[in-house]
């Protein structure tokens, strides 16, 4: 999954922290989140965009 802002250089409210908690154990395993810049070309230019790259594993569920 990759989040990032709507708009280079604001504000958005979503933070590593919040990624982390939203995908922790026992549901999910070796959750990452790493800091990372998308750059798109448009008609008017380069556009940058500060996002968050989240690697995660959905885990098993456990077999009684």
Do not use: C, K, N, Q
């Not at 709507?6 to 800091?35: C, I, K, N, Q």
């Not at 998308?38 to 959905?58: D, K, M």
């Amino acid at each position: 999954m990759l989040a990032f802002s709507a708009a280079a250089g604001h504000g958005w409210g979503l933070t590593a922290d919040y990624l982390r908690a939203s995908f922790a154990g026992p549901d999910w395993t070796s959750t990452g989140v790493t800091e990372t810049t998308i750059h798109a070309r448009t008609a008017e230019g380069e556009l940058v965009l500060p996002a968050l790259l989240l690697r995660t594993i959905r885990a098993l569920p456990s077999r009684h």
